[in-house]
T-cell receptor
Framework: GAVVSQHPSWVICKSGTSVKIECRSL??????MFWYRQFPKQSLMLMAT?????????EQGVEKDKFLINHASLTLSTLTVTSAHPEDSSFYIC?????????FGPGTRLTVT | GDSVTQMEGPVTLSEEAFLTINCTYT??????LFWYVQYPGEGLQLLLK?????DKGSNKGFEATYRKETTSFHLEKGSVQVSDSAVYFC????????FGQGTELSVKP
């Protein structure tokens, strides 16, 4: 099946700094990518939907100025957590859709100290 | 709006026991239905799917049947293994993928 990669797999940063997470579809082109956030023992919460070449669509309650999403090409989307705070610590998962299915990356564990 | 409800976990079973994880949904139209599995520290993997009523999805010994009349998509496995320990998510797609809350399964030797 199709593969979606994320980088880095884990990151620790200091409060107030910014962190960028990359999501790549390795063997298919994804016009639509999704970013999810997952808290321990909980389900995935959709943060935003990004379409290649256009602005991301954010879910209600997600701060677009804090979670910057760029879908620069058909195989790459990035999520930048700006001015990170400890409450942003979470597991971030990206997903990419081809016509038949939605594939998930392995996730990025962000810890803000 | 569309929604998915799963049975609460955690579910603890002994190896070779029969597994059922209930999933019901609310949706307009006839969405495709999915079961995803998440192993500790990892992302989600598609386990199986069904795209229309009465379809049965199956993979790795797991099965689920799309029941329109009961709006259900229960996950079953006849004999679980320790390696099946994970969190299982039921989901539907209607524009965007909507997940249930997840059910943690723990299988003891």
């Amino acid at each position: 099946g199709a593969v979606v990669s994320q980088h880095p797999s884990w990151v620790i940063c200091k409060s107030g700094t910014s962190v960028k997470i990359e999501c790549r579809s390795l063997d298919f082109q994804a016009t639509t990518m999704f970013w999810y956030r997952q808290f321990p023992k909980q389900s995935l919460m959709l943060m935003a939907t990004s379409n290649e070449g256009s602005k991301a669509t954010y879910e209600q309650g997600v701060e677009k100025d804090k979670f910057l999403i760029n879908h620069a090409s058909l195989t790459l989307s990035t999520l930048t957590v700006t001015s990170a705070h400890p409450e942003d610590s979470s597991f971030y998962i990206c997903s990419a859709r081809d016509p038949d299915e939605q594939y998930f990356g392995p996730g990025t564990r962000l810890t803000v100290t | 709006g569309d929604s998915v409800t799963q049975m609460e976990g955690p579910v603890t079973l002994s190896e070779e026991a029969f597994l059922t994880i209930n999933c019901t949904y609310t949706a307009t139209g006839y969405p495709s239905l999915f079961w995803y599995v998440q192993y500790p520290g990892e992302g989600l993997q598609l386990l199986l799917k069904a795209t229309k009523a009465d379809d049965k999805g199956s993979n790795k010994g797991f099965e689920a049947t799309y029941r329109k009349e009961t709006t259900s998509f229960h996950l079953e496995k006849g004999s679980v293994q320790v390696s099946d320990s994970a969190v299982y998510f039921c989901a539907l797609i209607g524009g965007k993928l909507i997940f249930g809350q997840g059910t943690e399964l723990s299988v003891k030797p």
